[in-house]
C-alpha cells in the first residue's frame, strides 16, 4: 500500500522556523552550504525513501535473513542499498571534508534519517551502523587503521557494528568476557562470543568491520577492565590483499519485527587466528564506545519517531477515505454516511500520534542542534553543549521508543480489523517498533542513567542548563495569548519536576541506591514528558507568531493545526506527570520491597 510516510512541511518548519537550521552556515565549518543546499540535500533522501527504501518495505520484511553455509543472506537489494549510501555520501554526511564527508550539519542529517527510517526502517540500519562505528574509528583510531578501514566503510562496501553484548552478561557490560591476548605482532588475538549484532554479517557488502568491546588477559575487573579493538570479518594485509580473520556466524535470530536487517550471533577466535586491533588506550574502551552508544541510542529514538510517523501517515488516509457511520449529531440513517475522521474518538487517536510523532521530531532535531553546536560553538559553551546532549539522551531514546508502540497500536486501532491485516502497513509497523525500548540499553537502564547520573552530575549542572533552556522558551511566550496558558502549565510541571529530584536524590543518602533507583523508569518517563512539552510549546510559539504575522493562506491549516496538536499534548498527556509524580514521592519502595519468593507459581 504505497502513500506518505512523512511530512517535508514539518520537517521544514522545525529546521528552519522552529530551530533555524540556515544560521549554522554562519560558522566556518558549515559556511560552504545555504539552506537552498540543505532543500537539495532533503529532496535528495525523500526520492532515496521514495523510490528505494518504501517499494522493498513489505519485501525485506516477507523475506528475511537467513543463514547459509556459515554466510548470512540478505535482501539483493541492500548491496544496491549500501552503495547508494557511500556514493550519494550518505554514510559521511557530517563527516569532514578531509576524510570524504559532507559536513552537513548533524540537524539536517537527522531529518534526512527521518525520511528514510520512515519509508523503510531496516533499510536505513545499514548504513547508519556504519556511520557510527567509522566516526568512531574516525575519532580514536591509528592513522593505520584509518587508512585502511575508512575509504572502505565511507564508500559503502564495508559494513560497520557495534558489538558489544554477550550471552551471559546482557546489559551487564562489566561482566563481559571476551579476551584479548596480547602478541609481538602488532595485534591481538581474540576470542569470545557477542550476541544481538545488528548486521553482523550479511552478503550485501564485501567486509564487515566490528568495533568490539573485550578484556586484554589481566586486565581490572569491571567497566575499568574494558578496551576497544577493530575486529574485521577479513583484515587487511595488504593494498588489495584481504584473508579471513576467524570470524564465525553462530545464529540469525528470527525476530517479531525489524526482519530486514539480521540480528547475529558471532563467534570470535574458533581457530585462535582471530585478530583485534586495539584503538585508542587500553581501559578506555568503554568511554570510546560511549560515542557510538550515545550515537545509536538516539539513533533508536529516531528509527521509533519514523515508524510510528509512518504508521500515522498510514491512519491519516485511511481515516480521510474511509466512510462509516454519522456524525453523533446525525439521527438519520438515510444521509449518507461521513469518513470516519469526522468522528471525535478518531481525532483524538490521530491527534495522539500527531503529537507523539512532531513532538519527538522535536526532541531529536534538539539533540542533533546541540551537538552542532558543541561542534561549532567557542570552548568555552562546549560543555555547555555536551551537558544537555548527555542528560537529553535518554529521553530521546525513550520516549520515543516506548511511545511509538501506543502510536503505532492507536493506528492499527484506527484502521479497525483491517489494521490487524497484512493487507496494511501499519501491523508491520506495530511489530517492527517494538524492539526500540530493547536495543541500545533498555528502558530500564536508560531510567537509572538519568536518575542515577545524568541529573546529579557535576553537582547537578546538566539539569539547571535543562531548566534555563525550558523556561527561556517559556519566556517567549509571554505576551502571546493563546500560548501564555500552555507556558504556565510547563513552569508549574518544572517546578514540580525540581522538587520531586531534589527529594529523590536526597533519598539516595537517607535510603540507599536500591530504594533512590527503584522506580527510576517513572522518573524518566516523568521527565521525558515534560521535555516533549518544552518541544510543542516551542512549536506553539512560532505558530501562533507566524499566524499573527499574517502567514499564507496555503500555511494556515498547518499552523493551525499545530496549536491544537499543542493544546492536546497540554491538556491529555502533561497530566500524567501528576500521577507519576505522586508515585515516586508517596516513600513507598514497592518495588524495592517486594522479596523474590514473593512470586509464586
Known amino acids: 500500500m504505497a502513500g506518505k510516510f512523512f511530512s517535508m512541511r514539518n520537517l521544514k518548519f522545525l529546521l528552519y522556523e522552529v530551530f533555524d537550521t540556515a544560521a549554522l552556515t554562519k560558522a566556518p ?37 537467513y543463514l547459509e553455509n556459515g554466510q548470512v543472506k540478505v535482501h539483493p537489494a541492500v548491496r544496491d542499498i549500501m552503495k547508494e ?21 548533524h540537524i539536517l542529517h537527522c531529518a534526512c534519517h527521518l525520511i528514510t527510517s520512515s519509508a523503510n526502517y531496516s533499510a536505513g540500519v545499514y548504513a547508519e551502523l556504519t556511520t557510527g562505528a567509522a566516526r568512531l574509528i574516525h575519532s580514536f583510531a591509528s592513522d593505520d587503521l584509518k587508512n585502511k578501514y575508512l575509504p572502505n566503510m565511507m564508500s559503502g562496501k564495508w559494513q560497520g557494528t557495534m558489538a558489544l553484548t554477550e550471552p551471559q552478561a546482557g546489559s551487564s557490560l562489566s561482566d563481559i568476557t571476551t579476551t584479548a591476548y596480547p602478541t609481538d605482532q602488532g595485534y591481538y588475538r581474540l576470542k569470545g562470543t557477542k550476541v544481538f ?8 557488502v564485501d567486509n564487515v568491520v566490528h568495533m568490539l568491546l573485550a578484556r586484554i588477559e589481566g586486565a581490572p575487573p569491571g567497566v575499568k577492565g574494558i578496551s576497544l579493538f577493530l575486529v574485521p570479518k577479513l583484515r587487511v594485509e595488504g593494498p588489495g590483499k584481504l584473508a579471513s580473520n576467524d570470524v564465525s556466524v553462530s545464529q540469525v535470530f528470527h525476530k517479531m519485527g525489524y526482519r530486514g536487517a539480521p540480528i547475529t550471533e558471532l563467534s570470535f577466535g574458533d581457530k585462535d587466528d582471530c585478530r583485534a586491533f586495539l584503538v585508542g588506550e587500553p581501559n578506555r574502551g568503554l568511554m570510546y564506545m560511549f560515542q557510538m552508544m550515545n550515537g545509536a541510542r538516539i539513533g533508536v529514538g529516531l528509527g521509533a519517531t519514523a515508524i510510528a510517523s509512518a504508521a500515522y501517515y498510514a491512519s491519516l488516509e485511511y481515516c480521510r477515505t474511509r466512510p462509516q457511520g454519522r456524525r453523533l449529531n446525525q439521527k438519520d440513517p438515510n444521509t449518507p454516511q461521513v469518513a470516519i475522521i469526522e468522528h471525535p474518538d478518531v481525532r483524538r487517536m490521530l491527534l495522539f500520534q500527531r503529537a507523539v510523532v512532531e513532538g519527538s521530531e522535536g526532541l531529536l532535531m534538539q539533540c542533533a542542534l546541540y551537538e552542532d553546536l558543541q561542534h561549532i560553538s567557542p570552548k568555552e559553551q562546549h560543555a555547555k553543549y555536551e551537558l544537555l546532549l548527555d542528560l537529553l539522551t535518554p529521553m530521546a531514546k525513550t520516549y520515543p521508543s516506548e511511545m511509538a508502540i501506543l502510536s503505532t497500536s492507536q493506528a492499527i486501532q484506527c484502521l479497525g480489523g483491517y489494521g490487524y491485516c497484512e493487507d496494511f502497513p501499519v501491523e508491520q509497523h506495530f511489530r517492527d517498533c517494538r524492539i526500540h525500548p530493547i536495543h541500545e540499553g533498555t528502558t530500564g537502564i536508560q531510567g537509572m542513567d538519568l536518575l542515577g547520573r545524568k541529573v546529579v552530575m557535576k553537582d547537578g549542572q546538566a539539569f539547571k ?20 496558558p500552555l507556558a504556565q502549565k510547563l513552569e508549574a510541571a518544572l517546578t514540580h519536576l525540581e522538587q520531586i529530584t531534589r527529594q529523590l536524590v536526597g533519598s539516595a543518602v537517607t535510603k540507599g541506591a536500591e530504594v533512590f533507583l527503584a522506580d527510576a523508569t517513572l522518573y524518566l518517563e516523568m521527565f521525558g514528558i515534560i521535555a516533549i ?69
Open 29 to 65: 565549518y558549515y559556511e560552504q552550504h545555504n539552506q537552498k543546499a540543505f532543500d537539495l540535500v532533503l529532496d535528495a533522501a525523500a526520492k532515496i525513501g521514495q523510490k528505494k527504501f518504501y517499494p522493498l518495505f513489505e519485501e525485506m520484511d516477507r523475506k528475511p535473513p
Open 85 to 105: 549510501s557511500g556514493d550519494g555520501g550518505w554514510i559521511g554526511a557530517t563527516f569532514p571534508e578531509a576524510w570524504g564527508g559532507e559536513q552537513l550539519p
Open 197 to 204: 549484532i545488528s548486521a553482523g554479517d550479511h552478503d550485501g
Open 465 to 484: 542548563l535543562f531548566l534555563e533552556e525550558a523556561r527561556a522558551t517559556i519566556a517567549q511566550a509571554q505576551g502571546l495569548t493563546s500560548v501564555a
Open 533 to 601: 512539552a518544552w518541544q510543542w510549546l516551542r512549536q506553539a510559539i512560532v505558530a501562533q507568531k507566524a499566524l499573527d504575522g499574517n502567514a499564507k493562506a496555503a500555511d494556515q491549516n498547518f499552523y493551525q493545526g499545530k496549536l491544537v496538536t499543542a493544546d492536546y499534548f497540554f491538556a491529555y498527556e502533561l497530566p500524567k506527570t501528576q500521577y507519576l509524580a505522586q508515585r515516586l514521592t508517596d516513600g513507598n519502595p514497592l518495588t524495592a520491597k517486594m522479596e523474590s519468593s514473593h512470586f509464586n507459581d
